[in-house]
């Protein structure tokens, strides 16, 4: 009889390894707390306007595109691709750069700002494609149960770039301080500061001034929707409203999980959720990592996050904006170092409806606001008025108009709502970041070292954060569990 395989949650990793498992010819049953899947990328739909609850930029189009070949689907059997021109804006407070969708555009606005930075600018992401081309389609397919996968001829002609910095080597190359904080700021979706970051991961900036920033139409969640649809197809069963309890463990090895009090039989569990909650749902003795471990571990950030419905359309806006008119050092001071709410945020802003009809109402604009903080802050509901109120005055001065009798409903998600929703570690949003002492086998395992059976997926292990590492983390815990079960 084929093998029975329960998976916890139903974020992109959990969708992701059960349709690689059903594939296989397992049994895979997803048990979901929330009502809908998706995980952190969930929907809120509100009087007419769609926003996507979490990720909203669509980067590494060649991730997605394998993931579906590897069933003999596309992309395009699922959701329609668009390329974002421009691809997003940035707001300083005496300039706004536009990032064009190709290079030529790119190095044009670049040396707008700094005159003979586009030779420099093609060298680095030349060098950042040479990195992606090895991270991308060697490194992070590896397990990271060995030290010994980082060796590589690829990786050892090209070690020091794991000991400089991004910071380091892009200060080197540049001196404009907006064209440093623009090439500074694709490593945040890494989880640190660039300061911390290696400067072998600017493969990032390849991902976006190489490969773009896409956007399906509908919105992100036209992915889960997509990856649901497969799973579905090869025979996985979803169930929703079902909190598991439990990781049941009988002499060293799973038996299977207790969801909403009942035993659910299993030869393999594998948990999707946040690793540290996965691990609480086991005895002590069972447990790999100490609350001191996770203690220790460098957290991606946690978001105050606003859902806001307007009334008309903006001005000056593209589908992405980010506000750097403050001072980008300090606020990463405030989240990694001195954790604490920052006086000057950063933000960000997603307006989907600018370039997709579907997701606002005719002739309304739908709203995503997001300020990085620091995981485990105090939140409350007047933290969340007063910095609502920072950014929109913000908002309002630096794209030249009045928005806040526009706004229909806004909505928030913080700290509180990270943990209640998705039994997330302190109310991180992205999960653990990928610094060099985090990488790799410095991750979480996918397989539990202590229990027979049990694996592990998702943003906290290998290879990190981000929707298309969820992907692979998928692909790479189904390998190992099918090594083990043939
Ligand atoms: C605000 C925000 C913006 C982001 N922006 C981007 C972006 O633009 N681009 C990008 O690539 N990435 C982005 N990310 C990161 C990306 O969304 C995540 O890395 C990815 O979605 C994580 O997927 P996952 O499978 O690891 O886990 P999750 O999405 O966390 O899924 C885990 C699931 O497990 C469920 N669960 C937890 N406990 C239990 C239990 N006991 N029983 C049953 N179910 C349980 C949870 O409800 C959840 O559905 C963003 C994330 C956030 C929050």
Known sequence: MNKT?????SGF????????LA????????????????????????????????????WMPDIFEKFFNDFNKSTSDYYVLDK???AYKIFFSDDVITI????????????????????PLRKFIAQAQDHYNIAINKVVLKPGISPLELVTKDTITRVDRFFKTISTEVRKKFKNPKLISTLEFPVLFLGAKPSQTPSFYSFMNFADFGLGTWHPKGGMYEIIKAMRSLAESLGVTIHTNSTVEKINVENGKTTGITVNGKFVASDVVLSGADYHHSETLLDKNYRQYSEAYWDKRTFAPSSLLFYVGFNKKLNDIEHHNLFFDTDFEKHAEDIYDNPKWPENPLFYVNFPSVTDKSMAPEGCETGFFLIPIAPGLEDTAELRTQYFDIIINRFESLTNQKVKDNILFKESFCVKDFISEYNSYKGNAYGMANTLRQTAFLRPNLKSKKVDGLYFTGQLTVPGPGVPPSLISGKLVSELIHKKNV
């Open 100 to 119: 064009g969708d190709h290079m030529d555009q790119i190095c044009e606005e670049f040396e707008r700002i700094e005159s003979g930075s586009s030779k």
């Open 13 to 20: 990793s959990s969708l992701s390894a059960a349709c690689y």
């Open 5 to 9: 395989i329960s998976i916890i949650g």
């Open 84 to 86: 974002l021109s421009p």
């Open 23 to 58: 594939k296989e010819g397992y049994n895979v049953s997803i048990f979901e707390k929330n009502k809908t899947v998706g995980g952190r990328a969930r929907q809120l739909i509100k009087d007419g306007f769609t926003f996507d609850i979490g990720p909203s930029w669509y």
